[in-house]
């Protein structure tokens, strides 16, 4: 199994991974489908960037989603009043993610693109960063942390979320919702790629950013709700501000 440490040379990515996730993309919009988690996560997740960006909100906000999948929070971002690019690598879902925009009326910028490519090419070109349910998916995520940061404008922020490396997250998020209540595909997470809050804000200050807040983000699959919580045991979200110039 690859970790963390060894990305394969010039990519940050498993084309497992991206195989894998490519292959739901046409249930990607369907709320009782095998992402139907995210679409619960999706308004907790969106109220988090508003509490944290402050009395501006994310009315003409330039947010870019880093892994975009097939657009559920890109499109929740844009009505929300941002102006969205999103990026991801999986073609097959930026092609879901653009068709249904056509259904939706939705204006994002749908981009098949390494986040580090877009660094390079647009360096402090965007107000906020969001990178939701992916850091455990990819070889390096330290990289797409850094990435991320090079990304923002002075005092932008970088919103992440991810799963902790526990036994409550082993328990929950792969028996609990793979294996036994199949509310995910088998095989969706590697307990070994989870990432602990104590690794995550050490790639934040390596990338020259504060983190601001950590906090659990609660899911209830049997009653199909979300919330922000206090635990950060199984999922958590963070965010980390770039200093101001």
Known sequence: MTTHAEASAGSNYHQAELDKFAALANRWWDP?????ALHVLNPVRLDYLRQRLGPANLDGCRVLDVGCGGGLFSEA???AGAQVTAIDLA???VKVARLHTLESGVQVDYQIKAVEALAA??????DAVACMEMLEHVPDPAAIVSACA?????GGRLFLSTLNRTPAAFALAIVGAEYVAGL?????HRYADFIRPSELAAWV???GLRLEDVSGLFYDPL??????SRRTEVNYLACAAKPEA
């Open 32 to 36: 009782d489908g095998p992402q139907r």
């Open 77 to 79: 971002l844009a009505r």
């Open 91 to 93: 073609g097959e879902l």
């Open 121 to 126: 090419e647009r360096p402090g070109s965007f």
């Open 150 to 154: 090079a990304l923002l404008r002075p």
């Open 184 to 188: 995910l595909p088998k095989g969706t």
């Open 205 to 207: 200050r390596d990338a």
């Open 223 to 228: 009653r199909q709700r979300a919330r922000l």
